[in-house]
């Protein structure tokens, strides 16, 4: 018997062991994890249910069954209580304590023998069945099995619900909607654009106040296309124009149209106007109008033809078949060479508003406005800095105070002086400033080499006045002279501009003049450049050589793939191209000739000029101005004693 009770104690441990084998199992992959984990509960609940005997058995078992029969004989038991249900019995000896709990004996199926012998020995027995639990876990394990799969199954089915919704959802429009922009910018913070503001406020009072146009017959405009470089201000009228009109207001990338599956671009322009029509009158803004705008067949037969349906959509959107009253298009763009010529007519985009960069009075208008939110030194000349800053748009000279201010909290100040504000120009024009050279023969070419642009640009009254020369290395320039024009120039002329190409020969002049050809360094390559592209343009342009006014190039070149294939002709025969080149030749050449005469016949002045050069690193435009007409002054003094 007791032999029998041992093997029982170690299928139970066998069992444990097992069960815990498979806890310690590695981590199953994501899919396999729910059907391992039912299977894992199908086996503990065959544990349970199963062999409760052998469990309790193993951790309560005190004496055997044989045991106990000894002790009944030997008169040793004064109580017994027997468990049907877990046939176990609750055996108390003999002068054990009250408090002292009775030991378990395992019994078996078939106990007649015990049951005799405790009755013949007048040993108190009690029979007492616990209740059979064994049921009840067993549909608790079962409903919790079905729990779990029935959660694993809606997982599934909501995953798949979510990307068939994403997948329903790809054709929808990707434009941020608001009801009344916040854009936090009005017509008072936009500065130096007063044309392109007053075009876009009628815009604004056609939103408010419509019947002011209505009732003369007026209809509102469909699109406006702002067009200009970058940086003028265009996304900027058009936030301004949001937070002014009041209307609800879409704002989109012409990027965001375009996908690899052909009609998604579509199908996002017709969910786009469809919400625009449910919330009319709006706005749609589209910035970055050319990335789904550009002209039809460009591709010669092939490429993908998304961007074209989608064009042709938005096409009939602004006007086609059926109206879209109530919705304004702003549009801006940087490239309108490229846009299509069918969006462009007049029905669709009714208006075109250049935005270009600002005069000298726009640029003290965006200075101020830049300017309110910094703390600036009372010294400080916003006309001053508008002065120096021709050809900066609007983002350049935001980008200038900012740079300012970064230095001023470098240099530990309170406020942004006139000194940071040099610097910053002098950065965002040219660079970060590099190390200063030190005193050597490289120095004084250097040197030399500024100076000539300096002197021939101030001997030239056509030419615009010097800023400053300066050592000081910004970028990859290892010096650098400035030049600023006194006022604005729409228009250029011919002697202005070969003013312009001898300034920029005065560097190697000075080289060749002072240090001999053989001397001569590759410093003067970006000027080259620069007159050979200003030279061609005279010749092919502009019309100012022996060839007369013709103009043989174009402004601008064909940004498609097709548009050189395409011309029927070249613009000018070989025996033209070849005169082409001698005139280029023939203007550099002479412009050069004039740069080393006037570099020799002030050769006085640029040496003193060079000296202190490289003492001070940096001479102002006034300083020079002045020093040269010392010397000229002096010249024609030491001219009239002669004679």
């Known amino acids: 018997m007791g032999h029998k009770s041992l093997n029982s104690q170690t299928k139970a441990q066998a069992t444990h062991e097992q069960v815990s084998k498979q806890n310690k199992q590695k981590v199953v992959p994501p899919k396999s994890k729910l059907w ?41 038991v004064s109580k017994v209580e027997i468990d049907p249900t877990t046939r176990i019995a609750k055996v108390r000896l003999k002068g054990s304590k009250s408090n002292d709990q009775p030991q378990e004996v395992l019994l078996l199926e078939q106990n007649s023998e015990l049951i005799e ?24 394990a079962n409903l919790f099995l079905l729990l779990l799969l029935m959660a694993g199954l809606m997982m599934i089915l909501r995953r798949s619900s979510s990307s068939s919704g994403q997948a329903l959802n790809f054709g929808k429009s990707k434009a941020r909607f608001q009801m009344e922009a916040k854009t936090g910018v009005l ?59 009041g209307v609800p207001f879409f704002s989109i990338s012409g990027s965001e149209f375009v996908e690899m599956f052909v009609g998604v671009g579509a199908s996002r322009v017709r969910d ?28 010669i037969g092939g490429g993908n033809d998304e ?27 940087n490239r309108p060479d490229v846009l299509d010529s069918a969006l462009l007519r007049p029905g669709r985009f009714d208006r075109q508003v250049m935005v270009d960069a600002p005069d000298l009075k726009g640029r003290l208008g965006i200075l101020e406005v830049h300017a309110r939110n910094k703390k600036i030194a009372p010294e400080v000349s916003l006309e001053a800095i508008a002065r120096r800053t021709p050809g900066f748009t609007g983002a350049d000279l935001a980008n200038l105070l900012n740079e300012a201010a970064i230095l001023t909290a470098r240099r530990r100040k309170d406020a942004i002086t006139m000194l940071e504000i040099n610097d910053a120009v002098d950065r965002v024009v040219a660079g970060m400033e590099g190390t200063p050279l030190v005193d050597s023969k490289s120095k004084r070419l250097i040197a030399y080499h500024e100076v000539g642009h300096a002197v021939i640009g101030t001997l030239l009254p056509q030419h615009d006045p010097v800023q400053k020369v300066t050592l000081i290395p910004r970028g990859q320039a290892r010096g650098l002279t400035w ?62 050589s022996d060839l007369g006014p013709l103009s043989l190039e174009s402004q601008g070149q064909d940004v498609f793939v097709g548009g050189g294939l395409m011309s029927s002709r070249s613009e000018y025969s070989e025996e033209i191209s070849a005169k082409i080149d001698a005139q280029v030749q023939t203007i550099v050449e002479h412009c050069h000739i004039q740069a080393r005469q006037l570099i020799r016949h002030n050769r006085i002045v640029i040496d003193k000029l060079v000296d202190l050069l490289i003492d001070k690193e940096t001479i102002e435009g006034d300083e020079l101005r002045q020093i040269m007409e010392e010397q000229n002054q002096l010249k024609t003094d030491n001219l009239v004693a002669s004679s």
């Open 36 to 76: 391992h984990l039912a299977a894992s509960l199908l086996l503990f609940q065959g544990v349970m249910l199963g062999t409760p005997l052998q469990a309790q058995e193993a951790s309560q078992k005190t004496l055997s069954y044989g045991q106990l029969l000894q002790k009944v004989d030997a008169d040793e």
């Open 272 to 299: 786009l106007f469809k919400k625009a029509k449910e919330n009319a009158p709006c706005l749609i803004f589209i910035d970055e109008i050319d990335a789904v705008g550009r002209q039809r067949g460009a591709g």
């Open 117 to 140: 012998k405790l009755r013949n020995k007048e040993v108190e027995l009690d029979v007492e069945s616990t209740a059979d639990n064994s049921a009840v876990l067993g549909l608790v």
């Open 187 to 245: 017509f008072d913070d936009v500065a130096g654009i007063e044309e392109a503001k007053e075009e876009l406020q009628e815009v604004v009072t056609f939103l408010k106040q419509p019947e002011r146009f209505t009732a003369i017959g007026a209809k509102i405009p469909k699109g406006v296309l702002l067009i200009g470089p970058p940086g003028t201000g265009k996304t900027l009228l058009a936030k301004a124009i949001a937070g002014e009109a």
């Open 307 to 333: 961007r074209e349906q989608t064009l042709n959509q938005l096409l009939t959107e602004m006007d086609g078949f059926e109206g879209n009253t109530g919705i304004i298009i702003i549009a801006a763009t």
């Open 483 to 544: 030049f600023t024009p006194d006022e604005e120039q729409g228009l250029v002329s011919r002697s202005q501009l070969l003013a312009r190409i001898t300034a920029a020969l005065g560097g190697r002049a000075a080289e060749e003049e002072i240090f001999g050809d053989a001397e001569v360094t590759t410093g003067a390559s970006g000027d080259l450049q620069q007159i050979t592209g200003l030279a061609r343009q005279m010749v092919t342009r502009f019309g100012m």
